[in-house]
């Protein structure tokens, strides 16, 4: 007999709140894994605020941990509210509150806009999933969170007026939105894969995470770097993670050398991939989701 997946059984038996706490605490874990990851190329990491004058990491993770109620609230709606179009709207409002959270606990400073939307979904999704006894699949949960994304919020401003939107606008990229609405390409086509295959061949945890962050910014129209750096920054950015990956990713010497010359372009160009940071969050999210599921069945 196939043995049941604990984080399955416990919704099964009515422990939703069990799942919603677990979920929660992985999508904090996630923020801080990504957070403290070195070294991250124009980002924030232990070695310093990268291209960012008002970040640190201890900023990060405090943003991170204020993050957890809203990541519970939305993990709850997730489990509890069946209907797709109530649920988006209910989470499109908590989203909302977790902003206002953020931006109090931080002084004022954007941290994670872009990671409580992909993570925000992406906890919603997993929650809804395992309420119904649908496994801890990753792709599964990529899928459900863009269909979730994809419905209208009525909440939501006509115009944010934020930088994200209209460098959308500009240069005809789909953004933060269009990657959710997709249902997280750059996260299940390139960030998972490529985290699996660095691992399979040896590479240490935070070179496989590494490895990861690179294979979205080879690929993703990040409207961070885009905002402050216009088309031709993303291209050299893109151009440089793909160089690293080609020579044998950042456990190689060669790769190694080649992210030394990536950070010393972006930080002459003064860009970052923001946006590539949150799909890693949300990738090592994810991640820690599947890996809890096998490892409390094992
Ligand atoms: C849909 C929303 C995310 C709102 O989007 P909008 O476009 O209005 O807002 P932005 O904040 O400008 O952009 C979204 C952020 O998403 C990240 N991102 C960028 N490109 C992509 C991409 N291609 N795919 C996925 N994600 C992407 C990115 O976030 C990171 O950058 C942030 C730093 O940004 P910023 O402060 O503007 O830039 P700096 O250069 O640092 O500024 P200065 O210091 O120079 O001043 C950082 O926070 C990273 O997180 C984009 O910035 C969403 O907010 C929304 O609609 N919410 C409503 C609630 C809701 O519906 N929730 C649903 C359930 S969760
Ligand atoms: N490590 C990081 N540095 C800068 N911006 C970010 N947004 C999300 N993570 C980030």
């Known amino acids: 007999m196939t043995a049941l997946n604990p984080l399955r059984q416990s919704a099964a038996s009515g422990l939703c709140d069990g799942l919603a706490k677990r979920l929660a605490d992985l999508a904090v874990e996630a923020l801080i894994d990504e957070a403290m990851l070195t070294p991250k190329p124009g980002l ?11 970040l640190t990491w ?22 509890a509210i069946g209907d797709a179009t109530l649920l988006r709207r209910r989470i499109g409002a908590i989203g909302r509150e977790a902003e206002a959270a953020m931006m109090a606990a931080t002084g004022g400073v954007n ?7 992909a993570l925000g979904l992406l906890v919603t999704a997993a929650a809804r999933h395992m309420q119904r006894g ?5 792709e599964a949960i990529a899928l459900g969170a863009g269909l979730l994304a994809r419905l209208e919020d009525p909440g939501a401003p006509a115009r944010t007026g934020n930088k994200g939107e209209l460098a959308c606008r500009e240069h005809g990229v789909g953004g933060a939105r269009g990657q959710a609405r997709a249902g997280f390409p750059a996260v299940v086509e390139q ?16 070179q496989a995470r590494v490895n990861a962050l690179l294979a979205v910014m080879a690929g993703l129209d990040d409207t961070c770097l885009l ?28 790769g190694r050398a080649a992210l030394t010359r990536l950070e ?21 999210l994810l991640d820690r989701i599947e890996r809890s599921a096998d490892k409390e069945q094992s």
Request: with cysteine.
């Open 44 to 54: 924030v990491d232990m070695r310093g605020s990268g291209a960012h004058t008002d």
């Open 58 to 79: 201890m900023l990060m993770c405090r943003s991170a941990c204020a993050l957890r109620p809203a990541f519970l609230q939305m993990a709850q709606a997730g489990s």
């Open 111 to 117: 941290t994670h806009r872009g990671a409580i939307w």
């Open 134 to 138: 649908d496994s801890a699949d990753a």
């Open 191 to 206: 960030a998972l894969p490529m985290l699996r295959l660095a691992r399979a061949r040896g590479d240490g945890e935070a």
């Open 227 to 254: 905002a402050r750096g216009g088309r031709k920054a993303l291209a050299s950015t893109q151009a440089g993670a793909r160089r690293v990956l080609a020579l044998g990713g950042i456990a190689s010497p060669n």
């Open 264 to 284: 010393t372009r972006m930080r002459q160009l003064h860009v970052s991939p923001g946006g590539a940071a949150d799909l890693l969050a949300a990738a090592l």
